[in-house]
């Protein structure tokens, strides 16, 4: 018996999808605020590179939550868009 037969035979699907969306939301959480704060320079200036840099990981992350955000959906069989 496969994983997704037990998963569907024992009804834990949706526990663990819930679980998986919760375990990678929290690290993306803590990511998207570091990233706020060094933008927002709480800890002190950053150089302009420094900026680019960080500006791309706030949009790679921002993505990252869409996908983290449609997961549920897409495992179900609804399939929205990833991205």
Do not use: W, Y
Not at 36 to 49: A, C, H, R, S, V
């Amino acid at each position: 018996m496969n994983i997704e037969n037990i998963l569907n035979s024992d009804g834990l699907k949706e526990e663990f999808i819930t679980s998986i969306n919760h375990e990678l939301r929290t690290p993306l959480t803590i990511c998207k605020a570091g990233v706020e704060i060094m933008l927002d320079k709480i800890p002190g200036d950053i150089n302009t590179e420094q900026e680019k840099l960080l500006i791309m990981a706030q949009k790679n992350l921002e993505r990252l939550a869409k996908v983290i955000e449609n997961l549920p959906a897409f495992i179900s069989g609804d399939r929205p868009s990833l991205l």
